[in-house]
């Protein structure tokens, strides 16, 4: 691999941290999930600091954790679905990593996420409608950062981690 981090990007509900966890267990690599590293460090969960902070807090908090985990090496990082509206967050993950964008159709994202209560930002009247408006708004951010763009839409998580390996293989 060309470089030291894979990082996983893409809408809520892609599957970031499941295909992320099977995809670190496949390569022997570590896996850190951002979202869950700031639940940890803050002690509070990701809707609690929305609530309580706002999401312009949160996007701060969310920069500085994508900062210091982008120093690592070895890893398959999990970023939150709104990780490339900032710049610098992608800017700081190519630097040592290859991103991968997850790229899921609405239906599919969801199915994935409806019912969950943890997405602040999908507690809406119409979630599907908000799904999208903000997937419009970030389709093209997503693709612009990529490296490397995977199709997941009804594919299995195992499908989808040896496509994945074998389009790093590539990389090399
Ligand atoms: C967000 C996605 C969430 C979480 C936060 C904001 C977003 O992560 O970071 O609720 O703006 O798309 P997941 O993509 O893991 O759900």
Redesign the pocket.
């Known amino acids: 691999m060309k470089n030291n981090n894979v990082v996983l990007i893409g ?3 892609c599957g ?2 499941s295909i992320g966890k099977n995809l670190a267990n496949t390569l022997e690599l570590n896996f850190i999930d951002v ?1 869950q590293y700031i639940e940890n460090k803050m002690d509070r969960t ?1 809707p609690e600091i ?1 609530s309580k902070k706002g999401e312009q807090y ?1 996007r701060e908090v ?1 920069k500085k954790a994508i900062e210091t985990i982008s120093e690592e090496s070895g890893y398959i990082i ?1 970023t ?3 990780a490339i509206l900032n710049f610098e967050n992608i800017n700081n993950l190519k630097k040592n990593g290859t991103i991968i964008y997850l790229k899921a159709e609405i239906d599919h994202i969801y199915n994935n996420i409806k019912g969950d209560d943890n ?3 999908l507690q809406t009247d119409n979630p599907y409608d908000t799904i999208k408006v ?1 997937l419009t708004e970030r389709e093209n951010m997503y693709e612009k950062a990529a490296d490397i763009i995977i199709d997941v839409t009804n594919r299995t998580i195992v499908d989808i981690v040896n496509c994945i390996s074998n389009n790093l293989k590539e990389e090399l």
Request: charged share 20%.
């Open positions: 809408f809520m509900g970031k941290t979202d990701i929305f949160f969310e999990a939150g679905g709104g997405r602040p930002l903000l």
